[in-house]
């Protein structure tokens, strides 16, 4: 299989344009979809048999807005890499199970505890900004160890393709040849003031240009909707919550508050029995009565050699984060300063003290506090009357009544076709819903949608228009400036090559050009399309001038290279380009290995 990998990855063009396979957490994780699996939904895609509907691409589309790395005004073309990104993800995730490997709990919770994302100013891992940074992402500490397990799975696979390809010293040497090569150019951007005269259009180029692209001018069909939602956070916002109720919350969050613990462990199995180990710890336990310190017992008895030497400080501790219900039991249930009796965990028989507890102020989380206990109060709530507007919406033969009954606000939509507009109209399954048969043709309200888990939603078409193709009346104004900005680019065209030629037969038309000295492929300032052009050009023999022309859209420029030469190297230079090649290489194999499970795997788009 590496073979076949390889073979379809070698070509340069392919190292050079294919970048890195890069499975980000935050934007794709899969947390939020708990239980989605088991749901009905819209089938977007099935991979090796497991399914991709379609509110898990939406809510992976959300998350990556909500978090701030995608723009809103990006939310539908992130829709199709989502879905790319999401198929790529199966393809691994089963090629990884299918080859048994594994990694295990200790392994990830010392991967969570170095994330750096979770590690306050003072570089330690911080129990609180790891809870606000899940929620931020829409992760519960669950599924993010399990997101995070198949990830780094995922990258054992990659790396080790990575690792497993090389260049040969002379592609080396030709990279960097390449990468640091100099040319001396001038160039000219030409633009429609340049013409002669400015392009004409008349009326029978429109006609045939909107004869041959009517395509371009269609109106699709579209309908306006009326639509009644129920939004969970807008009843949070009207949910009164008194002091003792923040207070009572508080108690209760600082009892499972973060510490910071010290531990004595004594292990048995192979080498010593149990009995032997609880006969050391309560060695242990009689020296700490007599006055002996926490910390020299730790470093005198403790078989965990990574603490011992600390005093046994495994720094601190959040419920959960170890996968030992025991040891948090006991840590939890212990005061500050206290030491807990023996207690047992499937890697031996611990002594466990709390040194400190991370408290945070009452105000500091009293705006956190009241949202959460508004938003459990409005659970009953919230569910009453997503099961109200279920039975009102199926019997109504309107939706103002629902809203009203619900107290709800009965919203409008423009005219909007079948990939919605912007906001709730876009989500999935919404416009579905809309030109369904039900709805559109026999007049019927639609099924509740569910958007997420705090939305529901339920739409009614108002009026309904077919698609067409607009007169050319109405898009006059569009199709003449298509038309002159094709007319004038053909004449810009014409021009360059008219200027190539009388350049190349030496005359010296009126040209203001740019210069261009010594620009190698990193020169970021100048145009790309320029520069693409520059490079393409073959060298000019000494003297000689070797002319081209670069088009970019409606621009044209034309190009004069004087001089190709080795740029500057140096041991820096060299070590940097070798490097990227080398980072090229890897990419290339990843890359391959991803055609490989998709050529391979089972895909199924609907």
């Known amino acids: 299989m590496l073979q076949s990998i390889r073979d379809r990855s070698q070509s ?60 809103p005004e990006q939310e539908r073309q992130l829709r199709g890499q989502v879905l790319d990104q999401m198929i790529v993800q199966r393809l691994m995730n089963s090629y990884v199970e299918d080859g048994g490997l594994a990694m295990s709990d200790q392994q990830l919770d010392q991967m969570i505890v170095n994330l750096p994302d979770f ?40 790396q080790g393709l990575a690792a497993s390809d090389f260049g040969l010293p002379g592609e080396q040497q030709r990279l960097i040849e390449l990468q640091t090569q100099a040319r001396t150019f001038r160039y000219h951007t030409l633009i429609a003031a340049d013409l002669e005269s400015p392009v004409e259009v008349s009326d029978a180029e429109e006609s045939a240009y909107y004869s041959e692209h009517q395509q371009e001018f269609q109106r699709p069909e579209q309908v306006k909707i009326n639509y009644v939602m129920l ?21 209760s969050q600082q009892a499972e508050a973060p510490r910071t613990v010290s531990h004595i462990m004594v292990t048995f199995g192979a080498d010593r029995s149990r009995e032997e180990a609880m006969s050391i710890i309560d060695e242990v336990k ?48 212990l005061g500050e300063g206290d030491v807990s009796d023996v207690v ?61 009954d619900l107290g709800l606000e009965l919203q409008n939509s423009d005219w909007v076709g079948r990939d919605g507009e912007e906001g709730v109209l876009s989500e999935p399954g919404v416009m579905d819903a809309a030109f369904s048969s039900e709805v559109l043709e026999d007049g019927y309200n639609s ?9 529901r939603l339920v739409l009614r078409v108002a009026d309904h228009r077919e698609a067409t193709t607009l007169p050319l009346e109405e898009v006059k104004d569009q199709v003449t400036e298509a038309v002159q900005n094709d007319k004038t680019r053909k004449a810009l065209l014409a021009l360059a090559e008219e ?43 000494p003297d000689a001038v070797v002319y081209g022309r670069a088009v970019d859209g409606d621009q044209v420029s034309l190009i004069a290279l004087e001089e190709v030469a080795q740029g500057e190297s140096n041991e820096q230079i060299d070590s940097l380009f070798t490097n990227m090649g080398e980072q090229v290489r890897r990419r290339s194999a990843v890359q391959g290995w991803v055609e490989y499970l998709q050529q391979t795997g089972d895909i199924e788009r609907q």
């Open 344 to 404: 047992e965990t499937d890697n031996g028989l611990h002594l466990i003290k709390v040194t400190s507890i991370t408290q945070q102020p009452f105000e500091e989380v009293r705006d956190q506090l009241r949202q959460q206990l508004a938003e459990s109060q409005v659970a009953s709530t919230f569910n009453d009357k997503a099961q109200q507007l279920i039975d009102e919406s199926y019997a109504a033969d309107d939706l103002a009544s629902v809203a009203d």
């Open 12 to 71: 340069w063009i392919a190292k050079v344009i294919i970048g890195a396979v890069v499975i980000a957490l935050a934007l794709f994780g899969v947390e939020s979809l708990i239980g989605l699996f088991g749901q009905s939904g819209d089938e977007v895609a099935k991979v090796n048999g497991q399914s991709i509907n379609r509110q898990e691409v939406e809510r992976t589309v959300q998350r990556a807005i909500r978090s701030g790395q995608v723009p």
């Open 119 to 158: 590690h306050n100013d003072e570089g330690k891992f911080d129990s609180q900004l790891y809870q606000l940074r899940l929620q931020q992402m829409g992760y519960t500490p669950l599924a993010f160890r399990g997101q995070l397990r198949q990830d780094l799975l995922n990258q054992q696979v990659q």
């Open 286 to 333: 009689n020296r700490l009565a007599e006055g002996d310190s926490f910390a020299d017992l730790a470093a005198e008895y403790s078989d965990d050699v990574g603490s011992a030497d600390n005093g046994g400080d495994m720094g601190e501790l959040v419920r959960g984060s170890l996968g030992l219900p025991a040891f948090d039991d006991a840590a939890f249930a």
């Open 231 to 251: 939004d969970r956070k807008s009843l949070v916002d009207d949910v009164t919550v008194d002091e003792d109720e923040l207070r009572a919350a508080w108690d």
């Open 447 to 455: 099924e509740v949608i569910e958007l997420d888990d705090d939305r």
């Open 499 to 541: 200027r190539i030629a009388q350049l190349q037969s030496g005359e010296t038309p009126d040209i203001e050009w740019q210069r261009a000295d010594d620009v190698t492929r990193q020169q970021a300032q100048l145009p790309d399309t320029v520069m693409q052009a520059a490079f393409r050009l073959p060298h000019p023999e």
